[in-house]
Each structure stands twice: as structure tokens, then as C-alpha cells.
T-cell receptor, first 116, second 116 residues
Framework: EAGVAQSPRYKIIEKRQSVAFWCNPI?????LYWYQQILGQGPKLLIQFQNNGVVDDSQLPKDRFSAERLKGVDSTLKIQPAKLEDSAVYLC??????????????FGAGSRLTVL | AQSVAQPEDQVNVAEGNPLTVKCTYS??????LFWYVQYPNRGLQFLLKYITGDNLVKGSYGFEAEFNKSQTSFHLKKPSALVSDSALYFC??????????????FGTGTKLQVIP
């Protein structure tokens, strides 16, 4: 099966500019996750979708970050305006989405953001 | 709140020797535990998971993990290390968010260096 697709792989922007990342999960996966991975740290969950609804955005800096998954398939994560501390790899993952299960996450290769 | 601790930033082991990467966790309810591996410029890949049953779980590439409920640990092991095992390893725990949906929290990662 095809994996989780992410684009762009790399992006360099100036602070206060905006950026958008796109993710296409594995077909049929109901749950989609966006994680932020800062160098030297573990992935931190930013937002989690179940189909096209948000089920967890408790750690999303909502003053600058937004995400959508309008048709319950692909998703876009946007940052506006970017800060230096947003430099990180943004990982998209998907899972089957059985609410009661221990679902394995399948990750994309990530989008590396550098804010200058 | 759920959490994962990986006490070692880096583990060095000689090729052919056994390896152990340590992980302890904290979560409400039954623990569902995972190990993922990350190679340079790649997303995380699933290695193995513990849900219930035998405390020794076998996974991909000859890895296994030992679940210890009394010590709240889930250490990753391999009897004989290969140079190709050199990578970043993440332990993760699955809990539930306030809405009852799966929430996966990752540790900070341990860099495994296998020396030829």
C-alpha cells in the first residue's frame, strides 16, 4: 500500500512569513495526526483528526497554527506568522482509527521547516 | 497525564553484542506500549507493540521488548546488534484523551550507535 505522503520536504522562510504543509494519509485511515519534532526532542502532538473532526488540539498554538481536514482525507497545516522557535520537522501520521484499539501509527517522511 | 521517559540520550554497543534501550512510562489504565525507529531524514517506523499477554514481545528486525508492570518499564532489546541498527529509537505510550480517543505520547528518543 502507498505510504503517508507529505510535501514539501524542506522549506526555508523568514520569521513572520507564512507556510503550509500538506499530508495525504494511507487510504482508509480514519485518524490523522500532526506532530512537531524539534531537533533533539521527541515528537509532540499538535493536532489529531478523527475523519474530518478535531479530537485533540490541546497543544496547538492556535494564535499562529491552524489545520484542516475538510473531506476526511488529506490535511493541511498552516503557520502564520512563523517564529524562530517553529523551526522543526512536521510529521504527519495516520492510523486505522479504531477507538478502543492500540492503533499503529504510520508516519510520512516529514516536512523540515527552517525559520530565519 | 501520560508520559514516557527514556533516560539515555545515547547508547553505544559493539557489533555482535546484545543491546538494551531503556524506557519507563506512566499512564492511567492498562498500558499500551510501542517502539518506533527513525533513520536519518525519514519518518518514524513501527517496530513492535505490547497490548496484553506475554511480557516479551517480538518485533521487526530481530528486536524484542520486555514489559515489566511493577517497574513500569518497557525496555527494547536485541541479542546481537548490527551496524545497520544505528538509528534513533522512540518509546511511546497510548492513553486516552478527554474525548476517549487514542492519544500517543512519545519519549525524547535514544540514539543507538553500533560500533563495528
Amino acid at each position: 500500500e502507498a505510504g503517508v505522503a507529505q510535501s514539501p520536504r524542506y522549506k526555508i522562510i523568514e520569521k513572520r512569513q507564512s507556510v503550509a504543509f500538506w499530508c495525504n494519509p494511507i487510504s482508509g485511515h480514519a485518524t490523522l495526526y500532526w506532530y512537531q519534532q524539534i531537533l533533539g526532542q521527541g515528537p509532540k502532538l499538535l493536532i489529531q483528526f478523527q475523519n474530518n473532526g478535531v479530537v485533540d488540539d490541546s497543544q496547538l498554538p492556535k494564535d499562529r497554527f491552524s489545520a484542516e481536514r475538510l473531506k476526511g482525507v488529506d490535511s493541511t497545516l498552516k503557520i502564520q506568522p512563523a517564529k524562530l522557535e517553529d523551526s522543526a520537522v512536521y510529521l504527519c501520521a495516520s492510523s486505522i482509527g479504531e477507538v478502543s484499539g492500540a492503533n499503529v501509527l504510520t508516519f510520512g517522511a516529514g516536512s523540515r521547516l527552517t525559520v530565519l | 497525564a501520560q508520559s514516557v521517559a527514556q533516560p539515555e540520550d545515547q547508547v553505544n554497543v559493539a557489533e555482535g553484542n546484545p543491546l538494551t534501550v531503556k524506557c519507563t512510562y506512566s499512564v492511567s489504565g492498562n498500558p499500551y506500549l510501542f517502539w518506533y525507529v527513525q533513520y536519518p531524514n525519514r519518518g518514524l517506523q513501527f517496530l513492535l507493540k505490547y497490548i496484553t499477554g506475554d511480557n516479551l514481545v517480538k518485533g521487526s528486525y530481530g528486536f524484542e521488548a520486555e514489559f515489566n508492570k511493577s517497574q513500569t518499564s518497557f525496555h527494547l532489546k536485541k541479542p546481537s546488534a548490527l551496524v545497520s541498527d544505528s538509528a534513533l529509537y522512540f518509546c511511546a505510550v497510548r492513553g486516552l484523551n478527554s474525548g476517549g480517543y487514542q492519544k500517543v505520547t512519545f519519549g525524547t528518543g535514544t540514539k543507538l550507535q553500533v560500533i563495528p
